[in-house]
């Protein structure tokens, strides 16, 4: 069995956009709007109108003013024969019928008043606001970065025979090539269809230039479509863990998303894929961790530094509910732990697909034994037609390397599997030169090999 087809020996969430979607809604799907009925504010009651007050508040009730007695204390009496009509008592009368009028309106009035007060009717209510203030921002906030990144990127819908799906991408020219993950347009087989829609809304039609899955990376195209922002390209060499960062994409569908974070970890190896089963769609990346939530239908987006310049390709995340394993991305939300394509190993493969159509992978010329539970890669004893497990005359036997080595380190760094060996290798150039250290019989060496080449698919 080659490098090529070794099978994962455990998966990082691949980051698939056509999986489970948000809250069991479909990512790819148009779910129904929820009910605003059924979203009143809760402990809040308005089915009842107000109820009418009582006697004791007096706001409704009609007052009824006492049927006049047969004799009245201030009826005035028949004046004496001789004297004049007496003004006073006529004038007290006013006066407390004024004061009794008075008492009752008042009741009336600080009935309607407190109810007013509850109930807010009729009541003018202005709440204090800030007052309107420049949009501008520093261009390496994180609003700034998003400002300059958003034009630059895509939310990618393809529609095959048996799916459909929902990712990210990131515009690499002015002709019109674009950049994502191969998990993302691997649903649009010879018959399927994928499609384009910028942050402004336009769309357009977009057809396969080349992929590669044992990078995880393909090259989409759109044609006629003009004012195209192409993203820059960072250099992952310079990041370093702690470094800010800000990815965009469209997680379940939920397009131009932006969220940020830090670079948690560099060089993280991690395999993804292997959902065909017989290793061909194992993807292993020497990849960027971050902290930045990253949701499926973020796979194939940027992830960029302070100065919007892109340093990752978003590709999968380690999901909660894994149970110590790794499953393709869409199985569960984001949980802190994000793994992104390191943009030198993208901008490399980019171009190759771009240019050839297919990307050449770095070879040692050796079959692993990718069942070897020891720490570091055993090379097996047989190949996969049955010949031996080291390639004649490939850059591993020129070097001096044997079936049963197992090797511990690549230019001084550990690896701990089979799949960090990979890992470490595709990292590389085809033609670069590396260290390996072997241990044989007990005892360790440094061997010196030119990498050699194989072809991606």
Known sequence: MGEGDVASGGGVDSGSAGAAGLGGVDPTSRGSAPDPAAQS????DFSHPP??????????VPVQMPAPAHHSPWQQADPRPGEGVVRVPRRRRLVVGGVVIALVAGGIGGAIGSYMERTGVGASIQLPQADAESKHRDPDSVAGIAARTL????TIHTAGSSEEGTGTGLVLDGQGHILTNNHVVSSADSDGEISVTFSSGESARAKLVGHDSGYDLAVIKVSGVRGLKPLPLGNSENVQVGDPVVAVGAPFDLANTVTSGII???GRPITAGGEKGDGSDVSYVDALQTDAPINPGNSGGPLVDAKARVIGINSAIRSADTGG???PEGQSGSI????AIPVNQAKRVAEELINAG???????GVTLDMDYSGDGARVGSKGNSGGSAVSPDGPGAKA??????????VDGVRVHSGEELIVKIRTHRPKDKLVLTVERGGKEREMSLVLGSAGGG
Do not use: C, M, Y
Not at 51 to 60: K, P, T
């Open 264 to 266: 948690s970890a560099k």
């Open 400 to 409: 001096g390397i044997e079936p049963g080595d197992v090797i511990t380190e």
């Open 151 to 154: 034009p630059g990127v895509v």
């Open 41 to 44: 504010p809760q402990g809040l």
């Open 336 to 339: 802190g732990l994000g793994f």
């Open 325 to 327: 394993s790794e499953l």
């Open 358 to 364: 297919r990307a050449t992978h770095p070879v040692i």
């Open 51 to 60: 109820q009418e007050l009582d006697a004791a508040g007096a706001a409704h």
